[in-house]
């Protein structure tokens, strides 16, 4: 029987991803009765030739995983646009850039050299560095993909028909995509799939127990606090990002009482997510004098790390380092 066949990448990640993918368990067992894996580097020993030997358009959908931060990953994502009816951006990271995609904050070179040279567990007397080409004792020429200026989010380089929220996707959510994809009634180009267009606070279980405005005195950090698990995190001071956030998690982090850190990314109509979230909590905090405002907001120690850390490269800020590519 000739069944679809799904390819699976991963770019800039942390593999986080895969391993979401793997939690799908049994239903794994699903997936493969229902699909042909033709490419999985983490788990399938297929090679890229096996790819480039595919006819243009035949892979019914990549789903790919990690910002672009390589050449390789570069190649590789044409590639599989080329051979997909479908490209499939699966993760925080492929749809905004991700925790990986804060190195925009700084250049390239300031990223190898802190790597090679300052990190505190480094040793490196010969100051190595990893070259693009080098010629081997044995004769050989070894080459190294190219590491871009800045980190991008996967539509900044190929065209992506729709998005899989979360760092990384729950299994749930990655099942309920896959079955959309499968459907063949697919939803509009650019969709997010598998999750809701709603805020998390909707699906929250604490939503009860949110005031209809929410009014916060003071900002306390998850270790200054022990959390009551039956109150809205958001009135206890904690930064929880549900109410500018994406739901479909099923509020896994709100049920262990840790607040939304927005690896739903944004809702539909939300242009910046970062911009979002900094003028939500703008909106909230509980004095009209200037100088306790500043004391309560510098309490946030690292609001890029707050607010973009899973969107920097995909904001209209998009980082430090402005340069799109080489
Ligand atoms: S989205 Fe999260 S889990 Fe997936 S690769 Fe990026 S950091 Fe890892
Ligand atoms: S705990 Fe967070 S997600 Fe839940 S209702 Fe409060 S603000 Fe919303």
Known sequence: MNKPKIALYWCASCGGCEEAQVDLAEKILDLVNLVDIVFWPVAMDYKLEDVEKLPDGSITASLINGGIRLSEHEYVVKLLRKKSKLVVAYGACSAWGGVPGLANLYSREEILKYVYHEA???????????????????????????????????????????????????????????????????????????????????????NETKPEKVLIKDIKRPHEVIADPSKCLLTQGLMCLGPVTRGGCGALCIKAAMPCTGCFGPL????????????????????????????VLGKILDPMGIFYRYSLPASRLRGKITVMRR
């Open 120 to 206: 505190p567990t480094v040793e490196n007397p010969q100051k190595i560095q990893p070259q693009l080409k080098i010629k081997a004792e044995e004769g050989a020429t070894l080459e190294l993909p190219e590491v871009f200026p800045r980190l991008l989010p996967l539509d900044l380089v190929v065209d992506v028909d729709y998005y899989i929220p979360g760092c990384p996707p729950t299994p749930d959510v990655t099942w309920k995509a896959i079955e959309t994809l499968l459907s063949g009634n697919l939803p509009a180009k650019g969709s997010v799939l598998g999750a809701l267009d709603k805020s998390l606070c909707y699906d929250c279980p604490l």
């Open 268 to 295: 539909n109509e939300v242009m910046d997510y970062g911009g979002k979230a900094a003028s939500y909590f703008a909106s909230i905090i509980d004095y009209s004098d200037e100088e306790e405002i500043k004391k």
